[in-house]
Nanobody
Framework: QVQLAESGGGLVQPGGSLRLSCAASGKIFSNVNMGWYRQAPGKQRELVAGISSGGNTNYADSVKGRFTISRDNAKNTVYLQMNSLKPEDTAVYYC??????WGQGTQVTVSS
C-alpha cells in the first residue's frame, strides 16, 4: 500500500511558475516509478511527466521544455517544476505511484 499527498497547487498568472510536491509513504519509494497526471474539466486524465526508479524521465509534448519532474528518494518526494505556465495548463494535477496508487489531486489554475 502506498499513500500519496500532493501540494503546491494554486492560482498563477500566465508565464508564471509553480512547483508541485508529492510526498509518498508506505512502500520503498526508491523502487517505484512515479508520474504526474492532470485532468481538465470535460477532458480525460493525461500523463504530464514520468520518472522511473532509476531517474529516467519522459514528458508530454505539450509540456516539454517547460516542466521538469524530479525525485528526492531521501525525502520520499517527487516534484513537478512548472514554468512558463499557460491557461491550457489549468487542471487538477495528480501524483501516481505505479502500478496504480493515486493522490487526491491539487488544483492548478493559470489565469490573469
Amino acid at each position: 500500500q502506498v499513500q500519496l499527498a500532493e501540494s503546491g497547487g494554486g492560482l498563477v498568472q500566465p508565464g508564471g511558475s509553480l512547483r508541485l510536491s508529492c510526498a509518498a509513504s508506505g512502500k520503498i519509494f526508491s523502487n517505484v516509478n512515479m508520474g504526474w497526471y492532470r485532468q481538465a474539466p470535460g477532458k480525460q486524465r493525461e500523463l504530464v511527466a514520468g520518472i522511473s526508479s532509476g531517474g529516467n524521465t519522459n514528458y508530454a509534448d505539450s509540456v516539454k521544455g517547460r516542466f521538469t519532474i524530479s525525485r528526492d528518494n531521501a525525502k520520499n518526494t517527487v516534484y513537478l517544476q512548472m514554468n512558463s505556465l499557460k491557461p491550457e495548463d489549468t487542471a487538477v494535477y495528480y501524483c501516481k505511484a505505479f502500478p496504480g496508487y493515486w493522490g487526491q489531486g491539487t488544483q492548478v489554475t493559470v489565469s490573469s
